[in-house]
Nanobody, 127 residues
């Protein structure tokens, strides 16, 4: 059973930076069949995918809305994935969730019902 816990949310001014963490248990970072992702959801809006991180080969793809501003990484030794956010705008506010999917192929965006989810952490960006 994979468990995920997000931390690091808070309030920040526009233009600022914030780093979110997603601590995991039961997830194998070395497997090429597994992947993780970050999503966010603002009030009244659908859940938005931000990026998928293929932890086995450390490749990441990003949504256009965050490309160049957000960076996803992980630390095997700490069993943690990170979301480094910079140049934040009020539109980046919302509840941020990490997700994980375990093999055989990564369909973390197209088949979210197969994901393990964290409880979320709130990010507020003030103008």
């Amino acid at each position: 059973q994979v468990q995920l816990v997000e931390t690091g949310g808070g309030s920040v001014q526009a233009g600022g930076s914030l780093r979110l963490s997603c601590a995991t248990s039961g997830y194998d970072y070395s497997s090429d069949s597994n992947c993780m992702a970050w999503f966010r959801q603002a009030p009244g809006k659908p859940r938005e995918w931000l990026g998928t991180h293929y932890t086995g080969d450390e490749q990441t793809i990003y949504a256009d809305s965050v490309k160049g501003r957000f960076t996803i990484s992980h630390d095997n030794s700490k069993h943690t994935m990170y979301l480094q956010m910079s140049s934040l705008t009020p539109e980046d506010g919302g509840e941020y969730h990490c997700a994980a999917q375990v093999g055989p192929t990564c369909r973390i965006r197209s088949r979210p019902e197969g994901n393990y989810w964290g409880q979320g952490t709130q990010v507020t960006v003030s103008s």
